[in-house]
């Protein structure tokens, strides 16, 4: 459960009484109206809006920005399972970073569900202050504290209001938490180094070189040299967002220069008075307005991943103010990286957040709940590999490919001494020639190096080629499984074996891989491979061997058959259903069946029972016209075996 909202911090120091809009706006054509539901605003339709989810059913354009991968598993999970409501879990953007959609550039965003019952993230009863030095935080083993302070969920998002970098950059947050009444404070912490905590020393670790943080530096004229880390502070009452308010981490002798991108506003706490560094509050030259802020009305909808509670209990809606949403626009405020660092079009003055909540609206009142620190805006790094990475004897043609490449991002491909007879750019090129390949991968194409990569294909004018080769390839049928067995001669030339696994003898898919036993010249290997779930009188296999050189072949393709009475499936069609749908049933003998139908919240809304012969049978579920749009769970329980399918009814 680690990450979320930083920038925010920073762009916050400005002045409530003239910067603060606690009224339903769109910024950046998403919502901010303490509702998570896209293609709504302020508790109506309104087709275009982005926000974090879609609702099942609304029709219109608009796009939600958090995956909801396995929601339905987990909030049926919730139903029957009480310890696994306390466990925490993140998901980030349902598209890869720097996607344009709805003509807005999508830079990251992240949900995260905090701890529930019996914390271990939360700070121990004592001197734990904003300002502190991260070493000297007290920790328990576990915990619990006030409900007024109990973090349950966080979201944040970052786009831009145009589809490049020329536009302006909004960052969007939200939070959920146990108490509804009184004040209820919030710090967003964002630290320009790796911090982490670790659970089991109860301890954070590498956290900055001034007194536990980074500082922002500036030259003599104001300008930023170097940025630091931030803290954003924010208090909600019992009607509306009231206060705001941005701090970074200098050395107070820094507050003797005027910044140019903002104005110190007075304040600078430390760990202590008279400390050298401490954060002090800053707010935005000029009076426009650059944030907003409120909070959900009562029965507002929780999501598809619904609400688990304090006590754990679990609801699909938010009371009246457990909720609150904001949105920043740091443009406006200053800290567009765009502007302020460099012109870094893929620049973000933060590498990890850390959200606390404090017993009062005092920056340095008593620290209470955290979660994190996590990683913001983390794209993999490029890493490649080559097909044929030893030229044995012959040079010949080798692939180059980037193992685990981003839709979004430019890949671009150089050598100094090779040859590449592919195009330079994309995730892999071809290459035909010894060398050293060097990818270069950037976030967007306004976007400067984001990393690389060094690939090395080297020859070997004394090493011939070994092939092993597989012979007494066959595979048999026992019960519900089909046991393959092979010999290898030539063995130690064996890299691993892919099993593959195939219905029709032509589209194969790997099911397992074996690595090979290089220390024998002649070996035997074995594998099984479970059948009773397919829906096919057929089953093929076939191995695609590596070898240490990089080079693959493939054996022979060996058939079993399966009978009838082996064969045990669930098949539900038609997907999208707009009418009616058709469970098929595929038994091994006569079995009772229970089939349950769960919409996206987890709640069961068909359950039947019938008596399924043995070989194949039909169940029709009617009247779906009449049912709201979405993804449905189909849960078939058959024979002691469990199957579940998901199916769209109507259009998403």
């Known amino acids: 459960m680690k990450r979320i909202v930083p920038f925010l911090a920073v762009l916050m120091g400005l002045q409530p009484a003239n910067a603060q809009i606690t009224t339903p706006q769109v910024k950046a054509g998403f919502g901010v109206d303490a509702d998570l539901r896209s293609r709504y605003f302020n508790g109506a339709l309104q087709s275009g809006n982005d926000d974090w989810y879609w609702y099942p059913g609304t029709p219109g354009i608009g796009n939600f920005v958090i995956d909801t991968t396995g929601a339905a598993d987990i909030v049926a999970r919730y139903a029957v399972d009480t ?14 970073a720097y996607t344009v959609l709805n003509n807005r550039l999508l830079i990251d965003a992240v949900f995260i569900r905090d701890y529930h019952g019996d914390d271990s993230t939360v700070f121990g009863a004592g001197s734990n202050k904003n300002g502190m030095h991260p070493a000297d935080w007290v920790c328990p083993v576990s915990g619990s504290i006030p409900d007024k302070n109990d973090i349950l969920d966080m979201f944040v998002h970052v786009r831009r209001s145009g589809p490049d970098p020329s536009y302006p950059l909004f960052l969007f947050g939200g939070v959920s938490i146990e108490n509804t009444t009184g004040n209820r404070y919030f710090d967003f912490e964002m630290y320009q180094t790796d911090i982490y905590y670790d659970r089991a020393s109860r301890k954070f670790y590498g956290y900055g070189a001034d007194a536990g943080h980074t500082a922002w530096q500036f030259d003599a004229a104001g300008n930023i040299t170097r940025p630091g880390d931030i803290i954003f502070t924010a208090e909600y009452s019992n009607s509306s967002l009231t206060f705001i308010e941005a701090r970074i981490w200098v050395d107070q002798a820094s507050l003797d220069i005027t910044p140019a991108a903002f104005n110190w506003s007075g304040k600078f706490d430390g760990a202590s008075s008279g400390t050298q560094y401490g954060y002090a509050s800053i707010v935005p030259k000029g009076g426009a307005a650059f944030y907003t802020g409120l909070q959900c009305s009562n029965n507002t909808w929780a999501g598809p991943f619904a609400l688990v ?7 699909d809606e938010y009371t009246a103010r457990q909720f609150m949403e904001f949105s920043v626009d740091l443009t406006t405020l200053g800290l567009d990286p765009v502007t302020l660092l460099g012109g870094n079009a893929c620049g973000m003055p933060f590498r990890r957040i850390m959200v606390k909540t404090r017993s009062s609206t005092s920056f340095t009142a008593e620290l209470k709940d955290f979660v994190g620190p996590f990683d913001f805006f983390l794209a993999p790094r490029a890493e490649a590999a080559a097909d044929v990475p030893v030229y044995c004897g ?4 080798s692939e180059i490919q980037v193992t685990n490449p981003i839709a ?13 007879v592919s195009a330079p750019t994309g995730p892999s090129i071809t290459v035909d020639a010894p060398g050293t390949y060097i990818v270069t991968q950037q976030l967007a194409g306004d976007c400067p190096a984001y990393a690389t990569d060094t690939v090395q294909i080297v020859f070997d004018p004394l090493c011939t080629i070994l092939e092993s080769s597989i012979t007494d390839f066959d595979a048999s049928l026992q019960g519900p499984r089909v046991n393959l067995r092979w010999t290898v001669a030539q063995n130690q030339e064996s890299r691993y074996f892919d099993l593959q ?15 090979a036993n290089a220390a024998a010249s002649l070996a035997s290997y074995a594998a099984t491979d479970g059948v009773a779930s397919l829906n096919s009188a057929h089953v093929y296999y076939r191995l695609k061997v590596k070898n240490r050189m990089g080079y693959i072949k493939y054996s022979k393709t060996v058939m079993v058959q399966l009978p009838v009475y082996q064969v045990q ?31 996206f919240t987890g ?38 075996k469990v199957f579940t399918d998901k199916v769209i009814v109507g259009e998403p």
């Open 394 to 397: 012959i040079s010949g043609v």
């Open 603 to 640: 709640k069961a809304v068909k359950t039947m029972q019938i008596r399924a012969s043995k070989g194949r049978s039909a169940l029709t579920v009617n009247g779906l016209k009449t049912w709201p749009k979405g993804v449905y769970v189909v849960r078939v329980v058959l024979g002691g």
């Open 408 to 420: 979004t991002s430019v890949y671009t491909w150089t050598t100094p001494d090779g040859n590449i």
């Open 309 to 315: 509670r304090e006590n754990n209990s679990v609801t």
């Open 569 to 599: 499936s669930v098949a539900v069609t038609p997907n999208p259903a707009k009418e009616n749908l058709q469970i098929s049933i595929v038994a091994g003998a006569e079995a009772d069946v229970q089939v349950t139908i769960f919409d």
């Open 501 to 515: 696994r195939s219905i029709d003898g032509k589209n194969f898919t790997t099911i397992n891989r074996i690595e």
């Open 83 to 96: 310890e696994f409501r306390k466990i925490p879990f993140y998901r980030t953007m349902r598209v890869p």
